[in-house]
């Protein structure tokens, strides 16, 4: 391995480490929490209560490695494309990882009331952030020929983080209707569920991002 390609290999690895450390943590988080349903209730109700400052740690850890993947992802694609598109795709990025570290600055409020509004807005950078940056490597990538199809799939995930993001802007302002986005908890009973694949959807990016780029960067130093 090239002594440069090191860093930017480790900044990469930072967007699969980190969505599958959150994923772990959340997951045995919830299943250790009393009266928890990871069915019904938010990845985010698990920051509330005793123990809350373990999701608290879990959305600050996440932010953190995002905003690492971001910086890879950059320095990577400097060398490979001269537009101003990509880079500002990791901005986007970046400013998502902010995004999960105000999550855990500003918690949610108890089910079944709404987050709030200063939780929402976490919410709303997080994915219209990463939503916004996956639109802009998706329209870029569509012309370049062996990365056509991840072009395709940052539009497509584009759509739905964006919708997500769409969706839940309202709660900001207003506390009906609610909606499985706006109210996880307590009204719809599938809301932990909804919350959980879309942040499922919303990591898939970032790993088959950083798996590809890390697979090319591996061939380059060969």
């Not at 990469?12 to 919830?30: N, Q, R, Y």
């Not at 600050?60 to 490695?65: K, T």
């Not at 490979?80 to 901005?91: E, F, G, H, I, T």
């Amino acid at each position: 391995m090239a002594p440069k390609a090191r860093p930017v290999q480790f900044l990469l690895w930072a967007g699969i480490v980190g969505p599958i450390i959150f994923v772990v943590t959340f997951t045995i988080d919830g299943a250790l929490t009393p009266g928890y349903s990871a069915i019904r209730d938010a990845v985010s109700y698990l920051a509330l209560g005793r123990y809350g400052w373990i999701q608290a740690v879990n959305f600050v850890v996440l932010g953190i490695l995002v905003i690492a993947f971001a910086l890879g992802f950059f320095r990577w694609w400097r060398r490979r494309d001269s537009s101003w598109v990509l880079p500002a795709a990791a901005l986007l990025i970046a400013l998502s990882g902010l995004g999960y570290v105000l999550a855990a600055i500003f918690t949610a409020n108890r089910p079944p009331q709404p987050p709030g509004p200063k939780h929402t807005l976490a919410f709303e950078i997080v994915f219209f952030a990463q939503g916004l940056g996956c639109l802009l490597v998706g329209l870029r990538l569509l012309r370049r020929g062996v990365w056509r199809g991840l072009g395709w799939m940052s539009l497509i995930i584009m759509f739905l983080t964006v919708a997500a993001a769409a969706g839940n802007l309202s709660s900001i302002f207003t506390q009906a209707p609610r909606t499985p986005i706006s109210s996880p908890s307590g009204a719809f009973p599938l809301g932990g569920l909804f919350n959980r694949v879309l942040v499922l959807i919303a990591f898939i990016w970032y790993l088959v991002f950083a798996g590809r780029m890390l697979s090319d960067a591996s061939a380059d130093s060969a």
